[in-house]
């Protein structure tokens, strides 16, 4: 990732919330010319993500401040025990960005490990594991990329990156050959069209009103291998999506039924934040 003037800008309105009229602690307690040297230690086994952020961290607060040093990249399965990544810099600058830059560590670090998981229990179907907007507001971009470090793929982006004709849509558009017929004559000829089903006859409709991709929700394995069935029977083509109910534990179960893609909103909105601790020490 890189360090553009959208992430650092990104970094200092974290940092901002966490700062406010300053650092009184560190103001009270530590001289502003000591300098110091901070060291990130994993405390259980991960996959690391959001090196470079964390860097961002320190550099939008002192444009001076050293590079992270660290012999490791994002995408990288680290042990607990090891220092990954070590700070240099002045020391009020590195307590004041250590908080913002540990959360987003974390937080990253844990939708990396966790679709790393996923991706694992899925290897040899070919089914690709793909996130949701189910993201927390302001840091979406960030927790897609920490999916793709994981090895899963971005679904869209947002509300104007792709159509999606989800059973809200449907109910108001008067169903859903008439949903897929409005989207087909509204949108241009690069966007494709999904439309998520439930059952048979939906699944019917959605194909012959030409969808290109199908969004199979809340089945289980057995229903679902059926309905994929059908599907392809009507449209070899067409691409299928599995969601809903789908866990770590029942995940290769539904990859088995003949699925393309299976998309999975704990990646971003369940993923548990991993133990990262950064200890600072004098630097003499």
Known sequence: ?????????????????????????????????????????????????????????????????CELETGYKDGDEIEAGTVFAVQRGYANILLAGERTALNLLQRLSG????????????????????????????????????????????????????????????????????????????????????VEISNWRQLREAIEAGADVILIDNQTPNELRKLVEMARSLNPKVLIEASGGITLENVRSYAETGVDLISVGKLTHSARAVDISFKIQPLL
Do not use: W
């Open 1 to 65: 990732m890189r360090l553009d003037g959208n992430l650092l800008y990104m970094m200092s309105e974290f940092l901002a919330e966490d700062i406010g009229r300053g650092d009184i602690t560190t103001q009270a307690c530590v001289s502003e010319n000591v300098l110091g040297v901070g060291s990130f230690l994993a405390k259980e086994r991960f996959v690391i993500c959001g090196l470079r952020v964390a860097e961002a961290v320190f550099l939008s607060l002192d444009e001076s401040s």
């Open 111 to 194: 939708i990396a490990t966790l679709t790393r998981e996923y991706v694992r229990a899925v290897e040899g179907t070919g089914v690709q594991i793909v996130d949701t907007r189910k993201t927390t507001p302001g840091l979406r971009m960030l927790e897609k990329y920490a999916v793709t470090v994981g090895g899963g793929k971005n679904h869209r982006l947002g509300l104007d990156d792709g159509v999606l004709i989800k059973d809200n849509h449907i109910a108001l558009a008067g169903g859903v050959r008439k949903a897929v017929e409005l989207a087909k004559n509204s949108v241009g000829h690069l966007h494709k069209i999904e």
